[in-house]
Nanobody, 111 residues
């Protein structure tokens, strides 16, 4: 059974950093686009960043220059380094890994 599990969320102060990690197991994962999404209360789930099989990345304008997405195809992990956090980054963050969703991890940034 495929499992995608996020970790690393929590509480941070504005200007601080958090690193989210996503680990996939239980399946054979094709190498394709993977990404991080987030959903704030009362809002839709939006793409934050994605990375393709060639390592090309793309970021939402709101996080460009502050967040970095990376992947390890051997370990089946996907990370999101978040720096210079802002209160508006507060949301539940979801990992999308090779067609599978994680359960989400809460990130709260205080001002």
């Amino acid at each position: 059974q495929v499992q995608v599990v996020e970790s690393g969320g929590g509480l941070a102060q504005a200007g601080g950093s958090l690193r989210l990690s996503c680990a996939a197991s239980g399946g054979i994962f094709s190498i394709n686009v993977m990404g991080w999404y987030r959903q704030a209360p009362g809002k839709q789930r939006d793409l934050v960043a994605f990375i393709n099989e060639g390592g090309t990345t793309n970021y939402d304008q709101a996080v460009k220059g502050r967040f970095t997405i990376s992947r390890d195809n051997v370990k089946n992990t996907l990370d999101l380094q978040m720096n210079s956090l802002k209160p508006e980054d507060t949301a539940v963050y979801y990992c999308f890994y090779s067609g599978y969703w994680g359960q989400g991890t809460q990130v709260t940034v205080s001002s």
